[in-house]
């Protein structure tokens, strides 16, 4: 009788045998298993190695309430009532059903900040094998399956803004216990107001060193270390690699960057606005080009300026055809497509004028204050670097859903061969179409895009938004909606 890795078409014993053997020789005592869920959260349980082999085999039980989550960790949807799982794909969850998470021997990793202790990436499956619809990593391999049916791989490239504090008072009290709890007491790292100061990067240079070591000890392509503007406010960026791989290297950055400072008495916070009076709000850079599946050169940049393209603000200028249809496509679908790129109330409030974060869906030439920057220029000796930037983004997305909803807005630019409108230079002043301002405004435009609920499918964009739905409708509920958020984004995320 074939085991369930056999059922999944996902078993190799050759790699299952090499894992153990270097569970053996690196005197590896316990594995976590992890999934991310639909808010970027690694979760997952922690098995002894000698469990490892039955596991790579017959997988690691996982009550299927964990894909039904809101950022309390609170089900959204009613899994004990008939009818509310009624949506195609989800009815097998119902009664909190079991899933199976199957390990992937390929991403294993040892965890720099945990003696004895590995890691590997699982994805939840039903028990006869079939993949999870609503699970964000399969949503972005969908996505991306459906852009090499058109001839093209995706490069990311990533710039994550984040908040490092020091902890002053863990608070953690039992009495303080609450659903979800309080933050700790906190001091800052750096003062802040001084963007690349030297001075404050060697001020913060023990919390620094610390995410330096956790990146590059589990093989993460970390390219710089930045100081922001804001106090205790960083950069992290990555070189560009496929789209998937960078999302899976995005989801386990935040995760591991946040256990290692912890275990040093800090705490970093992916949340787009911490608690603060005086604060900048962080945002995720996503650089994006096509490559073409046939030859590997980069699709999006163009050799000379196009014959017709006379005027320095048509995108043409730099981008191929292939490219400006792309840039076309998320123009056009990014108020739906906002819910995957900013998915928190929190996230919305960065939206503000002249604080080098978008307001409108426009684009520019290099140019900060736009939504969508591109980069590059005609006939470019390294044409790897033409590229799109999307500004729109909140470091607490979560990366498959963030890199798919690009996928398919882009896709649908190539398709209907749209074109964009003229470069914007002052992207505050135009009178460009707004980006929601708030959660409910995007969970709408995520219901109104056809593009964005046929390329998720039905289950995922139903459970995201009946997700994001009940986020919404909790903090609108809350006394002190101030301290909700402080609870909620900032002492979990």
Same mark, same amino acid.
């Given at each position: 009788?074939?085991?369930?890795?056999?059922?999944?078409?996902?078993?190799?014993?050759?790699?299952?045998?090499?894992?153990?053997?270097?569970?053996h020789?690196?005197?590896?005592?316990?594995?976590?298993?992890a999934?991310?869920?639909?808010?970027?959260?690694?979760?997952?349980?922690?098995?002894?190695?000698?469990?490892?082999?039955?596991?790579?085999?017959?997988?690691?039980?996982?009550?299927?309430?964990?894909?039904?989550?809101?950022?309390?960790?609170?089900?959204?949807?009613?899994?004990?009532?008939p009818?509310?799982?009624?949506?195609?794909?989800?009815?097998?969850?119902?009664?909190?059903?079991?899933l199976?998470?199957?390990?992937?021997? $390929?991403?294993?990793?040892?965890?720099?900040?945990?003696?004895?202790?590995?890691?590997?990436?699982?994805?939840?499956?039903?028990?006869?094998?079939?993949?999870v619809?609503?699970?964000?990593?399969?949503?972005?391999?969908?996505?991306?399956?459906?852009l090499?049916?058109?001839?093209?791989?995706?490069?990311?490239?990533? *710039?994550?803004?984040?908040?490092?504090?020091?902890?002053?008072?863990?608070?953690?009290?039992?009495?303080?216990?609450?659903?979800?709890?309080?933050?700790?007491?906190?001091?800052?790292?750096?003062?802040?107001?001084?963007?690349?100061?030297?001075?404050?990067?060697?001020? $913060?240079?023990?919390?620094?060193?610390?995410?330096?070591?956790?990146?590059?000890?589990?093989?993460?392509?970390?390219?710089?270390?930045?100081?922001?503007?804001?106090?205790?406010?960083?950069?992290?960026?990555?070189?560009?690699?496929?789209?998937?791989?960078?999302?899976?290297?995005?989801?386990?950055?935040?995760?591991a960057?946040?256990?290692?400072?912890?275990?040093?008495?800090?705490? $970093?916070?992916?949340?787009?606005?911490?608690?603060?009076?005086?604060?900048?709000?962080?945002?995720?850079?996503?650089?994006?080009?096509?490559?073409?599946?046939?030859?590997?050169?980069?699709?999006?940049?163009?050799?000379?300026?196009?014959?017709?393209?006379?005027?320095a603000?048509?995108?043409?200028?730099?981008?191929?055809?292939?490219?400006?249809?792309?840039?076309?496509?998320?123009?056009?679908?990014?108020?739906?497509?906002?819910?995957?790129?900013?998915?928190?109330?929190?996230?919305?409030?960065?939206?503000?004028?002249?604080?080098?974060?978008?307001?409108?869906?426009?684009?520019?030439?290099?140019?900060?204050?736009?939504?969508?920057?591109?980069?590059?220029? $005609?006939?470019?000796? *390294?044409?790897?670097a033409?590229?799109?930037?999307?500004?729109?983004?909140?470091?607490?997305?979560?990366?498959?859903?963030?890199?798919?909803?690009?996928?398919?807005?882009?896709?649908?630019g190539?398709?209907?061969?749209?074109?964009?409108?003229?470069?914007?230079?002052?992207?505050?002043?135009?009178?460009?179409?707004?980006?929601?301002?708030?959660?409910?405004?995007a969970?709408a435009?995520?219901?109104?895009?056809?593009?964005?609920?046929?390329?998720?499918?039905?289950?995922?964009?139903?459970?995201?938004?009946a997700?994001?739905?009940?986020?919404?409708?909790?903090?609108?509920?809350?006394?002190?909606?101030?301290?909700?958020q402080?609870?909620?984004?900032?002492?979990?995320?």
């Amino acid at each position: 009788m074939s085991c369930f890795a056999e059922r999944c078409d996902a078993f190799d014993a050759a790699a299952n045998e090499r894992l153990l053997r270097e569970l053996h020789d690196r005197r590896i005592e316990r594995v976590r298993i992890a999934w991310c869920d639909v808010h970027g959260l690694m979760r997952g349980k922690t098995l002894m190695t000698s469990a490892l082999r039955a596991a790579l085999e017959e997988g690691v039980g996982m009550v299927g309430t964990l894909m039904l989550k809101d950022t309390s960790d609170r089900t959204a949807l009613k899994v004990f009532e008939p009818g509310a799982l009624a949506v195609p794909g989800l009815a097998r969850l119902a009664g909190a059903a079991n899933l199976l998470l199957l390990p992937d021997p $390929a991403s294993f990793r040892v965890l720099p900040w945990a003696e004895g202790c590995g890691w590997l990436r699982a994805e939840p499956r039903f028990d006869d094998g079939t993949p999870v619809a609503i699970d964000p990593r399969q949503a972005l391999q969908s996505a991306l399956h459906g852009l090499a049916a058109a001839g093209f791989g995706l490069r990311c490239g990533l *710039e994550i803004e984040f908040h490092i504090y020091r902890i002053t008072d863990q608070g953690l009290d039992p009495a303080g216990a609450e659903w979800p709890g309080e933050p700790p007491s906190l001091a800052l790292i750096h003062p802040g107001w001084q963007l690349l100061g030297e001075a404050w990067a060697d001020l $913060a240079d023990e919390p620094l060193a610390i995410v330096q070591r956790t990146a590059l000890g589990l093989g993460l392509p970390l390219r710089s270390l930045e100081i922001e503007l804001g106090p205790s406010q960083v950069e992290a960026v990555f070189d560009a690699t496929d789209a998937l791989t960078a999302a899976d290297q995005a989801a386990l950055f935040r995760s591991a960057v946040r256990q290692a400072l912890r275990r040093a008495g800090y705490h $970093a916070s992916f949340v787009c606005r911490p608690p603060f009076a005086n604060v900048m709000a962080s945002g995720w850079h996503l650089h994006q080009s096509l490559v073409s599946l046939d030859d590997g050169r980069n699709a999006f940049a163009r050799e000379t300026p196009a014959g017709d393209a006379a005027d320095a603000d048509d995108a043409r200028q730099v981008l191929s055809d292939t490219g400006a249809a792309w840039l076309a496509g998320l123009l056009a679908h990014a108020r739906g497509a906002s819910l995957c790129s900013t998915p928190t109330i929190n996230g919305h409030s960065r939206f503000k004028p002249n604080a080098m974060a978008p307001v409108s869906v426009l684009w520019g030439r290099d140019n900060r204050g736009a939504m969508l920057r591109v980069l590059g220029r $005609a006939g470019l000796s *390294e044409p790897r670097a033409t590229r799109i930037e999307n500004r729109s983004g909140e470091p607490m997305a979560n990366p498959y859903l963030y890199i798919a909803s690009q996928i398919h807005a882009g896709l649908d630019g190539l398709r209907r061969g749209l074109q964009p409108p003229p470069a914007s230079t002052s992207p505050y002043a135009d009178g460009g179409e707004r980006l929601p301002t708030s959660l409910g405004e995007a969970i709408a435009a995520f219901d109104a895009d056809p593009v964005m609920q046929q390329g998720f499918g039905a289950p995922l964009a139903h459970v995201y938004s009946a997700i994001k739905r009940t986020e919404q409708a909790r903090h609108d509920e809350a006394e002190d909606p101030a301290a909700w958020q402080r609870r909620e984004y900032f002492s979990r995320y």
